[in-house]
T-cell receptor, first 109, second 117 residues
Framework: AQRVTQPEKLLSVFKGAPVELKCNYS??????LFWYVQYSRQRLQLLLR??SRESIKGFTADLNKGETSFHLKKPFAQEEDSAMYYC???????????FGKGNQVVVIP | DTGVSQDPRHKITKRGQNVTFRCDPI?????LYWYRQTLGQGPEFLTY????????KSRLLSDRFSAERPKGSFSTLEIQRTEQGDSAMYLC???????????????FGEGSRLTVL
């Protein structure tokens, strides 16, 4: 079974402050982790994936297999970062993508 | 190609009626997924197709739900005898991926919102 946990539902931060969204997962196989984002009135889209190991829009996420975590971080929040963020899990031998419940991020000007 | 498209975008129906949603994936994508999303929740997997074959179904997909992808291109999701609990956003996604190596990136449509009165 695969499970994704995002503990905080709503996160409000001031512009310029750091953002960290927590994601923990449970999966017995080799995981593939993603962060998806949904901006207001837009479709769900990929933000980043752990195998890419790149920074997208200033966001980074590191897969920690020991802690089974894939937290999303950005050092300085911007107003355009206000959105819903979903952590998602797939993996080898697994053909479905499982999502967490999501985090609503509100960046206060 | 404008990405994954879904139709209709909104559907209001009375309890007990049947509804059908259509999804047109990105043309070269061999995989097609259906998800359901209710308020305050993340998308929940319903079913997935590899080309025209329906390879996995969630336990959420009761016998009132049926999905098809007859020619490996567009897909339909039909809900028979709708119930108020079926009210949700139905999302379609597609990807290009071989079997059993994970999903890779999914490309989502804008969704079809169902309201059952």
């Amino acid at each position: 079974a695969q499970r994704v946990t995002q503990p905080e539902k709503l996160l409000s931060v001031f512009k310029g402050a750091p953002v960290e969204l927590k994601c923990n997962y449970s999966y017995s196989g080799s995981p593939e982790l993603f962060w998806y984002v949904q901006y207001s009135r837009q479709r769900l889209q990929l933000l980043l994936r752990h195998i890419s190991r790149e920074s997208i829009k200033g966001f980074t996420a590191d897969l920690n297999k020991g802690e089974t975590s894939f937290h999303l971080k950005k050092p300085f929040a911007q107003e355009e970062d206000s959105a819903m963020y979903y952590c998602a899990l797939s993996g080898y031998g697994n053909n479905r993508l499982a999502f967490g419940k999501g985090n609503q991020v509100v960046v206060i000007p | 190609d404008t990405g994954v498209s879904q139709d209709p975008r909104h559907k209001i129906t009375k309890r007990g009626q049947n509804v059908t949603f259509r999804c047109d994936p990105i043309s070269e994508h061999n995989r097609l997924y259906w998800y359901r999303q209710t308020l305050g929740q993340g998308p929940e997997f319903l079913t997935y197709f590899q080309n025209e074959a329906q390879l996995e179904k969630s336990r959420l997909l009761s016998d009132r739900f049926s999905a098809e992808r007859p020619k490996g291109s567009f897909s339909t999701l039909e809900i028979q005898r709708t119930e108020q609990g079926d009210s949700a956003m139905y999302l379609c996604a597609s990807s290009q991926r071989k079997r059993d190596i994970g999903t890779g990136e999914l490309f989502f449509g804008e969704g079809s919102r169902l309201t059952v009165l």
